[in-house]
Each structure stands twice: as C-alpha cells, then as structure tokens.
C-alpha cells in the first residue's frame, strides 16, 4: 500500500449528497487521497494539489453519494425461503462460500459497508480473514461472530448458547477473544423451531450482564426482539438497537405501547424493523403460486402475513413521529431476502413515512452511527475514508435511483464489479401482482 | 446452469480443432443439443432438425476446440511462492475459498476440466458441493480430496499419513468414501518440509495396495515421483500416472534409463511431466529484472534454470519419441504458479518446447488428459454424444500455440459462460 498516499482521485458529481442531511449540492467535487476523503465541496473550489498525479473520475451527469450501510445482514444466507434451522446444516465452508457470494452482491450492488447479525460459528470472521488476504472481496465488516441464545433459542443452531450471567460474561469474551465487533443477542425467539417468538428468551439479569460485558470492552449491543416483553427487557439491560421490534403480546395480539416507545426514543436506541423481510414472504408466495388459485391453507397463511406486514409499517410509522431512531437494516439473506437488494428495506421506511432525506441517511450516515461506524463511513466529509457510490438519478426525489448504482469505490478504489448481466441476476424481482 | 434438451446452438468457426488429432476443419460446425455436443464437422453437414429453436454463435477468425483439461492443479494454491507447509496453516474456510477464486479464474481461462492432485482436508470436496448448489462456478472437478502420504511426506500436512498396506487400504476407502474421483499417492519426497527428496516414500507393497483397491472402486490413481527409484516403484504397482517423473538419482544427478521407459509404455502408463512450474519463477523474475535489480539468488536461480533446461527438453523429447504419452498438467497453483490467466496455455506451450507438434500439445490438453482422467467418455474431444465443453480462441493454435491465450468464448454444459460474472 505504500505509495498510496500519494494519489489521487478527484470526482466529479453532477449533484452530491453527502449523507450529513443537508440539501444536494449540485456540480461538486470530491478529492480523494489515498484511501480518505480529503476535500469535498463546490467543483470550482476543488482540485487536486499542483504537480499531484490526479486521476479523475467523471460523474458529472450522476448523484454521487456515501456508500451505502446495511445495519442488518445474514452472509450464509440463501433468501430461498430455507429456514435457519436447515441452513445451520451445511457445513461452514459452505456457508463461507455462499457468504462471499453474499459479500459480493451487497458490494457490487452499493453497500460497502455491512453489520452481521447471525452467521454459524467463524464462518463470517474466516470471510473477513480472507478478504484481508485478498483471497475475495467484500464490504467493510462488522461481525458479531455468532448471536448469543437461550438453549433452543432464536439462532441457538449457530453456536453460542449460555445460561446464566456468568456464561452470558464467558461468551462475551470468547467472541471479543475471536474478533467479534459487537455483540447480538437473541432476547426473544424467533423462526428457529424450538423457539418460542411470542416469548422473551433471556432473563434481564443475563441480558443485563452480557450488555455490560461488551459494553466494558466498548462494543456495542443489538437484541433481536419479536414481542414487547424482550423489548423491555432490552431496554432495561441497557442494550443499544432493538432488532425487528415487533409490539406482540404472548397471545399473539399486535399491540404497539407508547411507553415503551417513548423510552425507545429517550434512550436513543436504534430500532432497526425489518419491514421488507415480511414483504418478502408475500412476494414469495405469489411467484411460487403465479396464477394458481391459493390453496386456503396459503391464503390464511398470506393474508396473515399481510397483517403483519402492514401492522409492521404502522407501528414504524408511530415509532417515527414519536421520535425514535428508526435505521435501515436489511434482514437479507434471511428468509425470501436475497442479499444485494437492501433498497428495499429502506423503501418500507418511506411507506413507513420517513421523510426521502431521511430514508437516504437511514443507510448511510443514521445507518454508520447506529453500528458505530460512523467515525469511518457513513457521509462524505474530509478524513472519513472514501466508500462512495455514483448512482444514475436523484434518490432523494426517487429512491429507485438506489437501484441504478453505477460505480462503487471503496477505501478510494474503484470495485470492479463484472458484468451487468450477472449483476442483475441478483436482484429480487418485485411480483407483477404486487 | 446445464443447457436444457430441445436447446439448440449452432456454433460456426472458421477452424475446428476436435482433440484427435486429426487436421483441423476449415469453416467447421458444432451442434449443441442442451448440455451436450448432437453433432459436429465441415459446416455444410452440420444442420439443427427442422423447425428446431437455435441460437446461432459465428466465429469468423477463430478456432473451436474442445475445452482444456489441466490435468494437476492444486485449487488451494495462492500461487505467491508461499511453501505447502504454510499454506496448510489456513483455516479450511479460506482455503476452500482461495479454491473457489482459482477455480473460477481457471475456467474464465479456457479449462473446463481441471483434476486436483491434492488439497487440505476436505476443502476442494466442500467446492463441489458448493458448486453443485449453485453458490459459486467451476470447471469440471475431478478431485483427489488429500493425497496419500507416509509419515511426514510429501503433502502429509493435507491429512492422510498411511504406513503398510492395510492402513494403506483404510485411507482409499475414506477416501472414496467422501466421492473422491481418484487417488493421489506421494511416491516420493517433494517439497515438504519433513520429507525425504530424492528418495522414494512407500514401499511397494503399500503403493500396491493403493492401486489395487482404487482400481477395485473404480479409481484411477496418480503418483508424485521426483526419483528414478519412484517411478519404478509405482509403476511396479500398477500406477496410471506418474507426476513430475524427470529421471533423477538419490545425489540430484540424471541418469537416463531405457528399461524404465519400457516399461511405462508397456503399461501404458501417463506421464504429467510439469514442465512449465520452473520456469514460471524465472519468467517471473524476468519480468522484474526490467525493472529493478535482482538479488545474487535471483539470478543463480535464473541461471541454474537455463543450464538445466536443455538437457530437460532433451529428456522429454525422448520421453516423446519412444512412445510416452506425456499430459498436460500445470501444477498451478503450487509454489509461485498461479492458476488463471494464461497459467495452463504456459504449461501447454512448453509441451511445444520440449518438442511437440502445437497439434500434439493440444491433444495433450484435451484427449489424452482425458484418456489420463478417466474422463474420455465424457469430455476431452468434439464429438457427438459428448459434453458441450468448448474453447473458442482467435486464431489458429494448431499454428501458433499461444493462439492458445486469445479465448474469446468458453462453453460448458452447452452454456456460454459469462466470464464478466464475479458474483
Ligand atoms: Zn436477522
Ligand atoms: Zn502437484
């Protein structure tokens, strides 16, 4: 790498948005040099140093912007609708090799830079080891190395199951000990069959002191949660995101509390709703039926995801006039969400009301700040290192410009991304129908 | 990912090479039906039926020959002159994912058949599955799994170490056990640290053994032998092929011998004689001499190469003449030969070196490596009934062998591989 710092890059946007919120600028400039931002502003007032080799990247007639952040991610997924309890089955170096497939799509497609909420043992921290050593090429990482569950619990299948505060501790520094980023832990159950989702998993205690754990060594916290009482207990352990955050009660009633709300926003914590993996489901079964009738089974089984999915915008919506920090987090490849289509997640915040600004920041700088990134990523400002995507159109008044992603560089080179066509192979087609 | 029956594609080339060895045929013609080759020849007697659906693929200036089969490769390699021994300290998740790059590299090269003479664990079997579900690409595998290696031998670090004949039993039946296509015996030292070069590693019996219970399995098996002694043992033991296979004495020096080339004809016995993997580093070094200075060991190492180069073209060029049938196998990527790329073109245009007709290199690197994999049913030639594996390159190789490195189009399972696909 030495020697880099002495190049340059000078880019040219036909309008910038650099994350931070404020309105696009239009013909700017963007200095890159080495791996960092250096200067970004009004074309006119930015130029590469005299005598400088510079070289220069032309998207005057592009939206150029940061990188995108996936808060949320599952890299052994395959979003063929596989449950977790089937995937957990393959071997690990399967699963690492469908995580670098994985990789390759979420970077490919924008997104430079993802948070790991649940792969099986190493496979993620072996992924990024091989990226350092150039054996493939992914976005930058931030790896939980396995989420932490109850015996049976949500994700319990990928290797790290604890009873008791103690455990809870030991398993914190056995994941800090294998490279882990921050800490996910599963406190309710989920879609893994010997869970109960409508049900807290940990006790507050244990959560209280896995949360302090990582908190000692400065990393930060996510809890998967599927029905109010594991959002409360979150939250009374201190934990940092709320995964999901649906407002559930055990007997399977959607109820959204305000007050928990309220502390939700108080508190700062993330939310992260997951909206379009309930989409996905939808989508899924209308392709698998086409135009066949639905057997009734099918259609009680669609129509409930509907409400679950419509209930999960409204309540998003109230988590959002309420004031909570609500950020985009894909799910993806979890369930029938393929990895390399996070825009539609954000989509489903702006059916959820968010204002378009807003949802942009959602994945990229909201995104950063949520998994702490944001020192690093996240906006396009001198000294943060430069992951920047050109995108054909104006995402702010048309997200779907997030699809048209021309160009991505990270760390200030260029990705190469291959062909178009195989590109394109990895988008989720929305049904006809829908 | 197989081209479907009913799928049609008519491919036109101004020349067709069909791994025979047969003279090429001008303005020549496949016929692909789904994932296999229907029917082949001059284009004028080269017709889909009637009222079929074809997609028709021209090329003008270009050759169509069947797809490469580099018969030694080791997927896990980095090829960054890094030694085995510390390749083998990888986890096996980065070494089945360095083996999933190089084997995507590889068939973007034109090889769509490649054999794996040895890897780590269970590393290029877990790329199979992978490949079979569709989560990465590869050529055709036709996999080793680990070598057999006595105690501290050549490649043991991979995880068999077998000693006498019974273990030696054991270890193939694991080994088929886990669907490996063929067995890979280090019959002598090699670079491993541990072991002995210059000097044979099982004895006999052992190596009989291996062979005769591969053989009952219905595997071939291939033996790395860098000494006379080794060669005799294994084909003493009924060996198909031996690897590397330069006639070498206990002190380093080369002692030609008659009987022993006999012998490995009688038996028909093929020999993959690696001969582009030296000469990869001085090419290497070469390069970088243009611009900048080498090291003292550098340069020996360039030297030390040229000096024995002719006496080595000489060798293989007898092999040659009195009837060996020599294969091509890169050895890519092994030490500072790095697969991909042109890598198996290189190990090809140095069976022109030694001596080869460009014909008879590329019948080295399509038939008869098939005939040496046991794959010949299948692959290796442009007839009909067999896979639609094709190389499409500019010009003619059976001129110029480097016409070898212009691939324009690969074909595998009748399907147009999109080189540009790096998902
Ligand atoms: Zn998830
Ligand atoms: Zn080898």
Redesign the interface.
């Known amino acids: 790498m030495a020697g880099r710092l002495d190049s340059f890059t000078l880019i040219r946007a036909g309008l910038l948005i650099d994350g931070r919120g404020g309105p696009p600028l239009e013909r700017a400039a963007v200095l890159v040099r080495g791996s960092s931002i250096l200067a970004v502003g009004p074309e006119h007032e930015i130029a590469a140093p005299e005598s400088a080799h510079a070289q220069t990247l032309d998207f005057s007639d592009r939206t150029v912007m940061p990188g995108m952040v996936d808060c949320h991610t599952h890299h052994n997924g395959f979003g063929d609708g596989r449950a977790g309890d089937d995937l957990a089955a393959l071997s690990d170096e399967t699963l690492t090799l469908q995580s670098a497939r994985n990789a390759r799509a979420s970077l490919f497609t924008g997104v430079t830079t993802i948070r790991e909420n649940g792969p099986k043992n190493a496979t993620m921290l072996r992924l990024r080891d091989a990226v350092r050593q150039g054996v493939t090429v992914g976005p930058r990482m931030v790896l939980c190395g396995r989420p932490v569950s109850i015996i049976g619990g949500h994700m319990s299948y990928f290797g790290s199951v604890v009873t008791g505060p103690v455990e809870g501790r030991a398993m914190v520094r056995q994941l800090v000990k294998e490279g882990a980023d921050y800490i996910k832990i599963t406190a309710t159950g989920g879609s893994t069959r010997t869970s109960y989702p409508l049900l807290p998993s940990f006790d507050v205690d244990e959560l209280t002191a896995i949360a302090g754990e990582a908190r000692k060594f400065g990393l930060l916290t996510a809890a998967h949660c599927t029905s109010t009482q594991g959002i409360v207990n979150s939250l009374d352990a201190g934990v940092d995101m709320i995964i999901h955050c649906i407002f559930r009660e055990p007997d399977g009633r959607f109820d959204f509390k305000d007050d928990v709300a309220d502390r939700l926003a108080e508190r700062g914590a993330f939310v992260n709703p997951t909206l379009h993996v309930l989409r996905s489901r939808i989508w899924a079964a209308l392709r698998n039926h086409g135009e066949a009738a639905l057997t009734t089974a099918a259609r009680r089984r669609m129509d409930e995801d509907e409400r679950a999915f419509e209930t999960a915008i409204e309540h998003t919506r109230r988590l959002i006039e309420r004031g909570a920090n609500v950020i985009t987090g894909s799910d993806s490849s979890w369930g029938d969400y393929p990895l390399g289509n996070a825009v539609y997640e954000t989509e489903c915040l702006l059916m959820a009301g968010m204002p378009a600004m807003d949802a942009v920041m959602s994945v990229t700088s909201k995104a950063a700040k949520a998994i702490g990134v944001d020192e690093t990523v996240g906006s396009i400002e001198p000294g943060k290192e430069a992951d920047l995507i050109a995108v054909e159109g104006n995402p702010v008044e048309n997200l779907d410009a997030l699809w048209a992603v021309t160009d991505v560089m990270a760390d200030g080179r260029l990705v190469e991304r291959g062909s178009q066509e195989s590109i394109s192979a990895t988008r989720q087609l929305r049904p006809a129908s829908s | 990912m197989a081209g479907r029956d009913g799928d049609f594609k008519l491919i036109r080339a101004a020349r067709l090479i069909d791994g025979s060895g047969a003279p090429p045929i001008e303005r020549g013609a496949v016929l692909l039906e789904g994932g296999r080759i229907r029917a082949s020849g001059p284009e004028e007697t080269v017709a889909p039926p009637e009222g079929a659906r074809v997609k028709e693929f021209s090329y003008d200036s270009h050759t169509a020959l069947p797809g490469l089969i580099d018969s030694h490769v080791h997927l896990i390699g980095?090829g960054d002159g890094r030694a085995g021994d510390e390749l083998t300290t990888l986890?096996?998740?980065?070494l089945?994912?360095?083996a999933?790059?190089n084997a995507r590299a590889h068939l973007y090269s034109g090889v769509t058949t490649v054999r794996d003479c040895g890897a780590k664990n269970?590393?290029t079997l877990?790329?199979r599955?992978?490949v079979q579900?569709g989560?990465?690409v590869a050529p055709r595998l036709v996999l080793a799994g680990r070598p057999i290696a006595i105690i501290g031998g050549h490649l043991s670090y991979f995880g068999i170490q077998a000693t006498g004949p019974t273990e030696c039993v054991a270890a193939v039946r694991q080994l088929v056990k886990e669907n490996v296509d063929f067995i890979k015996i280090t019959a002598s030292g090699g670079s491993t640290r541990t072991s002995v070069r210059g000097r044979p590693s099982f004895d006999v019996d052992e190596l009989t053994a291996i062979v005769n219970e591969a053989h009952k399995l219905g595997r071939h098996a291939a033996a790395h032998c860098t000494d006379s002694q080794s060669i005799a043992n294994a084909v003493e033991a009924g060996i198909d092929t031996v690897i590397h296979g330069r006639y070498a004495e206990p002190d380093g020096s080369h002692k030609y011998r008659p009987e022993l080339t006999e012998r490995i004809v009688e038996r028909g016995v093929f020999v993959n004689p690696t001969l582009h993997q030296a000469r990869e580093r001085v090419w290497q070094l070469e390069r970088k001499a243009e611009s900048e200075m080498l090291s003292e060991d550098e340069q020996d190492l360039i030297d030390q190469f040229y000096q024995g180069w002719e006496s080595a073209a000489a060798f293989w060029g007898r092999m040659k003449d009195e009837g060996v049938k020599l294969v091509a196998g890169s050895d890519a990527s092994w030490q500072h030969y790095k697969l991909g790329g042109t890598s198996f073109q290189d190990e090809i245009t140095a069976h022109v070196d030694i001596g080869m007709t460009p014909m008879e290199a590329i019948v080295s690197a399509t038939s008869d490596a098939a005939r040496s994999c046991w794959i010949d049913d299948e692959v290796g030639s442009i007839e009909p009934g067999k896979k639609a594996d094709l190389l499409v390159v500019e010009g003619d190789p059976s001129h110029d062998i480097r016409a070898l490195t212009s691939v324009t189009d690969v074909f595998m399972d009748g399907e147009r591989v999109?080189r540009?696909?790096?998902?």
């Open positions: 980095i986890p096996d998740e980065v089945t994912l360095q999933a790059r269970r590393t877990e790329l599955q992978a579900m989560i990465t999109d540009g696909n790096l998902v």
